[in-house]
């Protein structure tokens, strides 16, 4: 965190002195001030850091005892709460460990119902009976297209995936998707979008981007929400470098849309649970908050995550 010019440490004025000046030199001053002026009403660059509560909308477990080490980072960087998902179908523990870490820390961690293959004909009957058993607040995370190392491509329109749709929204449960975006890929997921408005989805990872694609079919539905997980340094595409400022596409598509983003981390990998890396990553989600409108950062830190996850 910089100091602002005039502002001594801890906020208080800057203490001043008084010198004696002749004509030239008054007016490169006057000059010289009324730049800064126009400067300082601009408004920094970067603010502070965001200081609140934090929810991490989307993050992952490797195994049983990784959650002990997230749990301690979230301590120490005033998360609140996180939302572990499953990794669609990859880890056949899944269902297994979200719910011991939620049993375990039942004050920090929400878990996901996992939902391994929503190609399965059978999927929509399996999920309303798990749904009328509980009701979990998410649904997740459902991989529908994913491109590289594991590569799916499934159709969000396709029958099987619409009855899942129908059940999330019978039952009032959001579900988070892990889908790629591309022409044809947006295309088909505003017709998926559009036949079922009464579902809630959740784009993970912003959907890869860009923020002008990402604009597009939020404006044009409603039942869109966007999570950022994954778009930390480390990712490709990144919200920003681990020191650099924020994207301004994607600064400007938060700020003007400011209820339709969560903040995720979306670790997974257990090299990832180290608590210098945990540290890093808390540390640069706190810095990129801290350069969004007050009022913006606070919902997509948690506001935005609390009321859609009935966690408040």
């Known amino acids: 965190m910089g100091l602002r010019v005039g502002v001594a440490p801890g906020g208080g004025p800057a203490p001043t002195r008084v010198v004696s000046v002749d004509g030239p030199h008054r007016a490169r001053l006057f000059i010289g001030s009324l730049v800064l002026g126009v400067l300082l009403a601009a408004g920094p660059a970067w603010g502070a850091d965001y200081g609140g509560p934090l929810i991490d909308a989307h993050s992952h477990v490797p195994n049983a005892t990784a959650i002990d080490a997230y749990v301690a980072a979230m301590k120490r960087h005033n998360v609140v709460k996180v939302v572990l998902l499953g990794v669609g179908g990859l880890q056949k523990d899944d269902t297994a460990w979200l719910t011991a870490a939620s049993k375990k820390y039942p004050d920090r961690v929400v878990a996901g119902l996992p939902l391994p293959d929503p190609t399965s004909e059978s999927a929509a009957s399996q999920l309303e009976v798990q749904l009328d058993r509980g009701r979990p607040q998410v649904i997740a995370e459902v991989h529908v297209r994913q491109v590289g190392r594991r590569t799916i491509d499934r159709d969000p329109t396709g029958a099987a995936f619409g009855k899942i749709l129908d059940v999330a929204a019978k039952f009032g449960v959001p579900i988070v998707i892990h889908y790629e975006l591309t022409d044809a890929a947006e295309t088909a997921l505003d ?37 950022l997980s994954g778009m930390h340094f480390q990712r490709t595409p990144a919200l920003a470098s681990e020191t650099g400022p924020f994207d301004p596409g994607w600064k400007a598509l938060i700020e003007k849309m400011p209820d339709r983003f969560m903040i995720g981390v979306d670790i997974w990998a257990a090299r990832l649970f180290e608590p210098a890396m945990l540290d890093r990553l808390f540390l640069w989600t706190r810095r990129i908050l801290g350069e969004l409108q007050p009022d913006v950062a606070e919902r997509v830190a948690h506001r935005n995550a609390a009321k859609l996850y009935r966690l408040e």
Not at 194 to 202: E, G, L, S, Y
């Open 191 to 227: 017709r998926a979008l559009a036949a079922h408005r009464k579902t809630t989805v959740v784009l993970a990872h912003g959907g890869e981007g860009p923020p002008g694609r990402l604009h597009r079919l939020l404006t044009r539905n409603p039942n869109l929400l966007v999570d």
